[in-house]
C-alpha cells in the first residue's frame, strides 16, 4: 500500500471489478481512437485540398472588373438632363472599355515597392481555343513573365517535361498542362494553333508540359509569353489585364488587397476570397468531425457514469462505512472520482494510441487513382496539437461523468444505511 | 477524578419522515473514562438512535453533545468526520467489513486515513489488534470470506486501531449465535479491563450484565 490511502481503495475498487473496468475503458478508448482518426483524416483532406487549389491561386489577384454601374448613363446626351422626366432604361450594357489596367508599368512599379509584396507578375489572361480535328478546345492562355509566374506557383517542380525557362528560349514557345497534351496529341517540340475570340491565329511550339494534380488547371490553361500573346491579341507592349502577387505572409492578403484596390482603383481579390468555397468546405468537414467526435465521447461518458453509478449503489454500504470511520465527504468524492479519472487516462492513453495507429494504417493506403486529384495514399495529417485536444477531450469528458456519481456517493447519509 | 470522556445535553429528535415523531425527550448522559456502559430498553426506544447522535454521524438534533472536552454539536461535516477517525472507534450488528479488502487492510484503513503512523507500523499495530481478537491467522484472508463471528472481531480490531477515546457498538451480538456472542462479551470486557471508554446499544441481557453501568430507555427516555 504505497498509494495514498483513498487512491489505494479506488485501485481496489477497479481491480474487483475488472470486466466493468475495461467495458469502460474500452468506450473513452474507442470514443478518443475515432476523433484522433477522424481529425486526422480530415484535416488531411482539407489540406490537401487547399493546397491543391491554393498552389493556383495568387494570394492576391488584380484585375480590371467590368463595372455594373450605370448611373452615368449614355441616355443623358439624347435626352438631356431634365428633372421633370423618369428615364427608363432596360437591360443596360457596360460601355466597349478596354479591360486592361491603364499606366500598367506604373502600377508594378508601385506593387513591387510595397511592403510584405514578394512577387508581382503581370500577365494577360484570355480564352483561346485549340483545334484538334473538328473538336475546338476552349482554354485559358496566360501571357506571362514566367519567371515571375515560376516564383509564384513553382512551376519548376510541377514540370512533366521541359523547364519553365525554355518559354523564353522557344520561338512562340507554350507551356500546356499534361491532360491538353494528351487531348491535343501533342508533345515537347510539337506545334499547335490557337485562334483569339476576334478570329487571330497564332502557332506556338510546346516547350513544356507541366502537372498540378487539379484537373481544371491540368486542362484548360497554357502560359505563354506576353509578348506573344499581345502580339495575338494585337494590343500594344504595357497592355495587361492581370496582375497576380505573391506575399511574404499569405495572412496579410486580405488588408493588403484592399489597400491596393484602393490604392489603384481596380479590383484586388485575396486568396481567401477567390476560394471560400475551401474555406466553407473545411469548414464543413471540421464541424462534421467535432460533431461525430463529440457525440462518441458524450457515449463514452454516458459509459463512464453508468457504471460508476451502479457501483456507487453497490457500495453504499461500504460508503457508510467509510465514513462512520471519519473518511470525509472529500475523500469518497476522490475514492470514486479518481476511479473514473483512471478509467478515462488508461481509456484515453490507449485512445490516442488506436488513434495514431488507425490514423497511419489509413495513410499508407493507396488511393484509388484519380484524374482530378493528383494523390498516391489517402491523406492524414499527424498533429501533437490533435492529440493534445482529444486528451484534454477525454479528461474533461470523463471528469464531468465521474463528477455526478462521485458527489453522489459523497452525500450518502450513513446513518440511514447502517441502521437500515 | 474521573475525567468526562462524553456528555451529551437535552438531546432531542424529531424524525420528520414519514411522519412526525419525536423519539429523544431531552436525553442527557454524562459517560467517564474507563466506563463501560449499555443502554437497553425495547426495540423502538430510541436508543439506537441516541448511540448515532453520540456517534456524530447524526447531526439533525437539538441539546448537545461534548466528547473529550469538545463540543461537537455544530461542527461541519468534514471536521466531525476527522473527529470521529481520531476519537471514535465503531462497531456495528452487520460487522459491516469493505469485502474486496483483506481483514488486515480493513484494520488498516482508519489509521492510514488517521496518518498518525507510517505505513508499515499502521501495519504492525493491525497485526497486535488481531492478536488481540485471535484473528491474525485470518489477517490475509480477504473479509468476504470470514464467518461472522470472525467478521465481528475484526470489525472490533478495526475499531481500536486509532486508540479511540469512546468506543460505540450498536448491538454487537445481535447477529452472532451464543458462543461468538460470549466470545464478543468476553473482548468488550477485557476492553474496559484495559481502560477504554466502550457504549454498546444492546437488548442481549447477558451482555448488559457484564458493565459497569446500565442505561434503561424507554420511549425515548432515560428510566434509570
Not at chain 1, 121 to 148: C, K, T
Not at chain 1, 247 to 273: C, F, I, M, V
Not at chain 2, 31 to 46: A, L, N, P
Request: glycine share 10%; net charge positive; with cysteine.
Amino acid at each position: 500500500m504505497k498509494l495514498p490511502v483513498n487512491l489505494s481503495i479506488a485501485r481496489v475498487h477497479l481491480l474487483s471489478r475488472k470486466k466493468q473496468t475495461l467495458v469502460a475503458t474500452l468506450g473513452v478508448t474507442f470514443g478518443i481512437a475515432m476523433f484522433i482518426f477522424m481529425i486526422s483524416f480530415m484535416t488531411g483532406v482539407n489540406n490537401v485540398i487547399s493546397d491543391i487549389l491554393l498552389s493556383v491561386t495568387p494570394d492576391i489577384h488584380f484585375y480590371n472588373d467590368v463595372k455594373t454601374d450605370y448611373r452615368n448613363s449614355v441616355s443623358a446626351q439624347y435626352f438631356k438632363e431634365d428633372s421633370g422626366k423618369w428615364i427608363i432604361v432596360r437591360h443596360p450594357r457596360p460601355r466597349a472599355i478596354l479591360l486592361n489596367l491603364k499606366n500598367s508599368p506604373g502600377i508594378i512599379a508601385g506593387m513591387r515597392r510595397t511592403p510584405g509584396v514578394a512577387v508581382v507578375s503581370p500577365l494577360i489572361s484570355v480564352q483561346v481555343l485549340f483545334n484538334y480535328g473538328p473538336v475546338q478546345l476552349g482554354v485559358i492562355a496566360d501571357g506571362v513573365d514566367i519567371r515571375e509566374e515560376d516564383r509564384i506557383f513553382g512551376l519548376t517542380g510541377k514540370m512533366v517535361n521541359g523547364r519553365p525557362g525554355d518559354l523564353l528560349t522557344t520561338a512562340n514557345g507554350i507551356l500546356i498542362g499534361r491532360k491538353l497534351a494528351e487531348k491535343l496529341n501533342v508533345g515537347v517540340g510539337d506545334l499547335v494553333t490557337a485562334t483569339a475570340s476576334s478570329g487571330a491565329q497564332m502557332r506556338f511550339r510546346v516547350a513544356g508540359i507541366y502537372e498540378f494534380g487539379l484537373g481544371s488547371v491540368d486542362e484548360g490553361k497554357v502560359y505563354v509569353s506576353l509578348q506573344d500573346l499581345q502580339q495575338l491579341l494585337g494590343k500594344d507592349r504595357d497592355y495587361i489585364t492581370d496582375i497576380r502577387i505573391k506575399l511574404k505572409n499569405n495572412q496579410q492578403a486580405h488588408s493588403l488587397a484592399r489597400l491596393l484596390a484602393r490604392q489603384y482603383g481596380y479590383r484586388a481579390d485575396d486568396w481567401e476570397t477567390t476560394n471560400a468555397s475551401i474555406k466553407a468546405g473545411n469548414r464543413i468537414r471540421n464541424t462534421l468531425t467535432y460533431v461525430v467526435s463529440f457525440t462518441m465521447l458524450v457515449v463514452a461518458g454516458f459509459g463512464i457514469y453508468n457504471i460508476m453509478n451502479m457501483v456507487i449503489l453497490g457500495k453504499m454500504k461500504d460508503i457508510a462505512i467509510l465514513k462512520a470511520q471519519g473518511f470525509g465527504r472529500k475523500d469518497i468524492t476522490t475514492i470514486f472520482l479518481s476511479q473514473s479519472l483512471v478509467t478515462g487516462v488508461a481509456g484515453g492513453v490507449a485512445g490516442l494510441l488506436l488513434g495514431f495507429l488507425l490514423s497511419y494504417g489509413l495513410s499508407t493506403m493507396p488511393f484509388p487513382h484519380d484524374d482530378f486529384m493528383l494523390i498516391k495514399t489517402y491523406p492524414v495529417t499527424f498533429e501533437s496539437r490533435h492529440y493534445l485536444l482529444g486528451a484534454g477531450f477525454g479528461l474533461l469528458t470523463t471528469l464531468a461523468a465521474g463528477w455526478l456519481p462521485a458527489r453522489r456517493a459523497a452525500k450518502v447519509d450513513p446513518v440511514a444505511i447502517l441502521r437500515a | 477524578m474521573a475525567t468526562e470522556v462524553l456528555k451529551a445535553e437535552k438531546l432531542v429528535k424529531v424524525f420528520t419522515e414519514p411522519a412526525r415523531q419525536q423519539v429523544l425527550y431531552d436525553v442527557s448522559l454524562s459517560v467517564d473514562k474507563g466506563q463501560f456502559v449499555t443502554i437497553m430498553g425495547k426495540s423502538g426506544c430510541g436508543k439506537s438512535t441516541l448511540l448515532y447522535l453520540l456517534s456524530t454521524l447524526d447531526t439533525d438534533y437539538e441539546g448537545t453533545v461534548t466528547i473529550m472536552g469538545m463540543e461537537v454539536t455544530g461542527l461541519d461535516e468534514e471536521e466531525l468526520a476527522k473527529f470521529r477517525n481520531e476519537h471514535i472507534g465503531f462497531v456495528f450488528q452487520f460487522h459491516f467489513l469493505l469485502p474486496e479488502f483483506t481483514a488486515l487492510e480493513n484494520v488498516m484503513l482508519p489509521a492510514l486515513k488517521l496518518g498518525r503512523w507510517d505505513a508499515a507500523t499502521v501495519e504492525e499495530r493491525a497485526m497486535d489488534k488481531l492478536r488481540q481478537m485471535e484473528m491474525d491467522g485470518y489477517a490475509r484472508q480477504p473479509s468476504g470470506k470470514l464467518s461472522g463471528g470472525q467478521q465481528q472481531r475484526v470489525a472490533i480490531a478495526r475499531a481500536l486501531i486509532n486508540e479511540p477515546d469512546l468506543i460505540l457498538a450498536d448491538e454487537p451480538t445481535g447477529n452472532l449465535d451464543s458462543a461468538n456472542t460470549e466470545r464478543v462479551i468476553g473482548i468488550f470486557r477485557e476492553l474496559a479491563r484495559q481502560g477504554n471508554t466502550i457504549i454498546v446499544v444492546t437488548h442481549d441481557r447477558d451482555l448488559a450484565e457484564r458493565a459497569d453501568r446500565i442505561v434503561e430507555m424507554a420511549d425515548g427516555r432515560i428510566v434509570g
